[in-house]
């Protein structure tokens, strides 16, 4: 698991998610489709509802750790990191 704070620009080891109803089945739908090919290199977005906060997610694979570039600088220093 990587979480990356993009506003300060570094990893974080530990996050709370305090998620609505909504955002929460937006967020398990969501999962649900990446998980049904995890190898794909696609990713999705869920806001709030006054859209002043957002949670980006992807699914990272051993295969997409091999080739990291797709990704932009910032997640491809993350994502190599032990």
């Known amino acids: 698991m990587k979480i990356i704070d993009d506003r300060r620009k570094q990893s974080v080891e530990s996050a709370s998610l305090f998620l609505t109803p909504r955002e929460a089945r937006e967020m398990r739908s969501n999962l649900d489709d990446l998980l ?38 910032l997640e491809r220093q993350i994502l190599a990191e032990e």
């Open 36 to 73: 049904k090919d995890p190898e794909a290199h696609e990713h999705f977005h869920v806001y709030s509802d006054d859209n002043s906060r957002e949670i980006s997610c992807s699914i990272i694979t051993e295969q997409k750790l091999k080739d990291l570039s797709k990704y932009n600088s």
